[in-house]
């Protein structure tokens, strides 16, 4: 993109990476193919060895995948981006791209589930040792660096308790001692949150939530400032784990950007209305929102990031069975797993993302099995919160 001046968020995720596309196209086609054809054996050689930027095998790199990548490092203030099949490819990849045997990586008390396990249970099998420690005491985190530790992996926010972590101390406490930052970046979007600007090494995100924003794709991506090493987790760990995202999926996550700051603007909106009105219920025990200003990572949040995004969680009076009455009790909010999407969805991380968390250990990592959480849509706010005015009466008549 041809630049007069240093664009907008709103302008780079409409524009950035874009040029002519065949017979005047306004939106980008897709190359919805597998192979790649060479003029000669030494227009191969050329771009086998890097001396061209052309294409082999979409395995390895395709001009949808290449605009969607180049839009991500943008979006992220980043010098290079990897297109993933899903965010647990993406995560894993980084992870494995940074760690080897008899290395230690600290991870933050609370994790969505996949992550928890693959630090926890995958790692480990690998010679690869997990320190789980609350990254928020930056002097718990101190501690427990010793040789072994290469990278430090965190949410912020976290899932599902909206957890906020202060990247910049995290950074800060680790520089000089060879450890890399690893920060997922989902629940905020680079609309309100840019890790690396704040000292990260790689941003990672589940591309299937906000970035997409309409349920219709699974994909990741990781993003850094280090270019050689994005070549490095694109050619020796994405390719040949084989976590290669489709062309056309790829095209759907250059649709979604487009509208991503729309979005997020109307997802924060709504989020601030529902976490006030469950704050103000009397059946509600305690909301989980960073945009209140008695959530305990209000101040850091607020210094780190733009906005406070879309996700709400909360506990009700009663426990768990009462939780389970009044999330069946919903008819607008839809129960799925998934977040980020324009429909408003809900569940019990207990129960459904988080379940391979050991119950009997959930408040250690910083959640109830009663909790909540809500990924707040962009529905007319009237009607999610009637919604949810219906399913606090049904389960207290």
Request: glycine share 6%.
């Amino acid at each position: 993109m041809e630049k007069y001046k240093d664009y907008g968020f709103d302008t780079k995720a409409i524009h950035e990476g874009s040029k002519s596309n065949p017979d005047n196209a306004l939106n980008p086609p897709i190359f919805q193919t597998s192979t790649f054809t060479f003029d000669s054996l030494e227009h191969a050689e050329d771009v086998m060895s890097f001396k061209s930027s052309d294409y082999v095998y979409t395995r390895g790199n395709n001009p949808t995948l290449r605009l969607f990548e180049n839009k991500m490092a943008a979006l992220e203030e980043g010098e290079g981006a990897v297109a993933f099949s899903s965010g647990m490819a993406a995560i894993s990849s980084v992870l494995f791209s940074l760690l080897k045997p008899n290395d230690s990586v600290i991870v933050h008390r609370t994790l969505y589930g996949s992550t928890f396990s693959v630090a926890n249970t995958l790692l480990p099998k690998y010679g690869i040792k997990c320190k789980t420690v609350d990254m928020r005491n930056i002097d718990e985190l101190k501690n427990s660096i010793d040789e072994s530790v290469k990278v430090v992996y965190f949410e912020t926010p976290c899932n599902p308790n909206l957890e906020i972590i202060d990247i910049k101390e995290v950074c800060d406490a680790v520089r000089g001692k060879n450890i890399k930052v690893v920060v997922d970046n989902t629940f905020a979007s680079p609309y309100f949150q840019r890790p690396l600007t704040l000292g990260a090494d790689v941003v990672v995100h589940s591309a299937t939530k906000y970035i997409c924003g309409h349920g219709d794709v699974v994909a990741g991506v990781a993003v850094s400032k280090d270019i050689d090493y994005i070549n490095r987790l694109k050619f020796d760990y994405m390719c040949e784990f084989g976590g290669a995202l489709s062309p056309f999926n790829a095209w759907l996550l250059i649709r979604g950007l487009k509208t991503l700051g729309v979005r997020m603007r109307e997802h924060e909106k709504n989020a601030i209305e529902i976490a006030k009105f469950l704050r103000e219920h009397k059946y509600v025990k305690k909301v989980y929102y960073p945009g209140l200003e008695d959530f305990e990572g209000h101040i850091i949040a607020k210094k780190q990031m733009k906005g406070f995004s879309g996700m709400v969680s909360f506990e009700i009076e009663g426990g768990l069975d009462r939780a389970k009455k009044f999330v069946n009790s919903l008819k607008l909010i839809k129960i799925a797993v998934s977040l980020g999407d324009c429909e408003s969805l809900i569940e019990i991380p207990s129960l459904i993302t988080h379940r391979g968390y050991p119950e009997e250990k959930l408040l250690d990592f910083g959640f109830s099995k009663d909790l909540i959480r809500i990924s707040a849509g962009l529905e007319d706010i009237d009607d999610i919160i009637y919604d949810l005015q219906q399913a606090f009466k049904l389960i207290n008549d």
